[in-house]
């Protein structure tokens, strides 16, 4: 099997308002130039009742069309808070999670990718140690029900999609390092991680020698996002200034721009290389949140990741 590639189905919204071209003719496009897949915000697919329902029976249809398939879906939590939980709370949480694995699996994706949530503002700056490790405990706590319950569905010969997490960029983050990913997967050994290239450098790690330890260090690295910057002030031309909001490091000192895959200054063609060489089959997912011309930035990334996928 080769790796598949997807992107994001917020791209494709974004680039419906942005150029007033519909859906059908996005995905037509898009598909034309190598998409394979699309990674999916889960909140899109919670609606109830007929016409909800309706809705989404068009939009599975519509990627059936073009034979797009579910790469991953992922959903944002506050499995965090509050801080002390009661059986109530935990119980609440139990079902979100289950209720994404019941979505993920009525939808047929190859993943899900859970956030569970971030240590609040208000946390960080009260500096209660206890009160900040009870926090992060809850979020892992979650995590490892998610890839509990998943295993437990697949020993009883259910298929159930893998739990995936990824280096999340921003505040209150406890997971955007190499090192909080692999203690991660240490203490849960059936998550796998989404690496994604562009969001070490918000941590001011290298994704290239990132990607280098990981497969030194054996992490089960089951699907990629493939996120290109130009970090360097200097080098960003005004052209891709116009068309792209900054994203700044955490040491605020370093200034990040997106840009179509391929690009920035980032060695993912490397990357990619290596993972052809090792039989990689999951999915390679172009990113770039913050475009202000997605369409064109869509169909430049999955046409130059899909050259060197067959071509080089």
Not at 111 to 127: D, H, N, R, S, V
């Amino acid at each position: 099997m080769a790796i598949k590639i997807s992107t994001f189905y917020e791209h494709i919204k974004e680039a419906e308002t942005q150029e007033g071209i519909d859906e059908d003719s996005i995905l037509s496009r898009l598909a034309d130039a190598g998409l394979q897949g699309l990674e999916i915000d889960g909140a899109r697919l919670e609606g109830k009742g007929p016409i909800a329902n309706l809705s989404l029976l068009a939009m599975k249809n519509r990627f059936q069309k073009y034979n797009l398939e579910i790469a991953t879906i992922y959903r944002f939590y506050d499995w965090g808070y509050p801080i002390f939980k009661t059986e109530e709370d935990l119980k609440e949480d139990r079902r979100e999670a289950e209720n994404l694995v019941a979505m993920a699996r009525s939808w047929g994706a190859h993943a899900i990718m859970a956030i569970p949530g971030f240590l609040k503002e208000e946390t960080i700056q009260a500096g209660v140690e206890a009160e900040i490790s009870c926090v992060k405990e809850n979020l892992k706590e979650m995590l490892a029900y998610l890839v509990n319950y998943t295993e437990s569905l697949k020993n009883q010969g259910i298929q159930t999609p893998m739990v995936v997490l990824e280096d999340f960029d921003g505040p209150g983050t406890i997971y955007s390092t190499m090192e909080e990913l692999e203690s991660l997967q240490r203490e849960i050994p059936g998550l796998g991680i989404a690496f994604d290239t562009g969001n070490f450098l918000y941590s001011l790690q290298d994704c290239g020698q990132v990607y280098g330890k990981m497969r030194e260090h054996g992490v089960n690295i089951t699907h990629v996002h493939l996120k290109d910057r130009i970090w360097s002030a200097e080098a960003v031309t005004e052209a891709i200034r116009a068309e792209s909001d900054a994203k700044t490091a955490r040491d605020e000192k370093l200034v990040m721009y997106g840009c179509p895959v391929g690009e920035g200054e980032l060695p993912i063609a490397e990357i990619l290389e290596d993972l052809k060489d090792i039989g990689f089959d999951g999915y390679a997912a172009a990113e770039h949140f913050g475009m202000r011309h997605q369409l064109a930035c869509m169909e430049q990334s999955v046409e130059w990741i899909y050259e060197r996928l067959h071509f080089d």
